[in-house]
């Protein structure tokens, strides 16, 4: 099992819509949950980090976490073209290395 | 700040040669990591350093991968003996003690 699992897309949702991303963890002691994005080519950016169970929102993005679960998604709403990328969830245990998911590829369709 | 900056952005190699990366990261932050990533995957956690401290090494790591971050601020990251299967691109990122990574725009190795 991996640490940590992404369904590598592509997920195509069209412009206006909401996308949503999933993640699982295998490990119960992970402590944060992170986010990135990264465009062909580039390098991965940060969107957003949650420690909590429940929900985080900043602006379109949404983050959950469910910790029982063991599960933590990221929600984008009103999708737009720019969006489209590949988003990679990473979780961080007690050391403070940063575990990658393989990342879902996102196409938003105009 | 300008960011985290690693230098060269691109770097070809003739198999069996040494190579040397450098990253610079954000002045404030005392964490340094270094990632490889290939193509379809997601970062691979290779090192990373508190300070001029390496504090872990990923058991992937063979011995031809060394990384050093002398004085606290720098690091660099060297190859010796290149393979064909160190192409990758290699990721160096900053962070502070709490919160996400913030990564350079890679060093992309091709080993021909």
């Known amino acids: 099992q991996k640490e940590v699992e992404q369904n590598s897309g592509p997920l195509s949702v069209p412009e206006g819509a909401i996308a949503s991303l999933n993640c699982t963890y295998s490990?119960?002691?992970?402590?944060?949950f992170f986010w990135y994005r990264q465009y062909s080519g580039k390098s991965p950016e940060l969107i957003m980090f949650?420690?909590?169970?429940g929900d985080k929102e900043d602006g379109r993005f949404t983050a959950q976490l469910n910790k029982a679960s063991q599960y933590v998604s990221l929600l984008i709403r009103d999708s737009q073209p720019s969006d489209s990328a590949t988003y990679l969830c990473?979780?961080?245990?007690?050391?403070?290395?940063?575990?990658f998911g393989t990342g879902t590829r996102l196409q938003v369709f105009p | 700040d300008t960011g985290v900056s690693q230098n060269p952005r691109h770097k070809i190699t003739k198999r069996g040669q040494n190579v040397t990366f450098r990253c610079d990261p954000i002045s404030e932050h005392n964490r340094l990591y270094w990632y490889r990533q290939t193509l379809g995957q997601g970062p691979e956690f290779l090192t990373y350093f508190q300070n001029e401290a390496q504090l872990e090494k990923s058991r992937l790591l063979s011995d031809r991968f060394s990384a050093e971050r002398p004085k606290g601020s720098f690091s660099t990251l060297e190859i010796q003996r290149t393979e064909q299967g160190d192409s990758a691109m290699y990721l160096c990122?900053?962070?502070?003690?709490?919160?996400?990574?913030?990564f350079g725009s890679g060093t992309r190795l091709t080993v021909v």
């Open positions: 990473a979780v961080r245990g007690n050391t403070d290395k940063l575990i």
């Open positions: 990122a900053s962070s502070p003690a709490i919160g996400g990574y913030t």
């Open positions: 949650i420690y909590s169970n």
């Open positions: 490990d119960r002691g992970s402590q944060s």
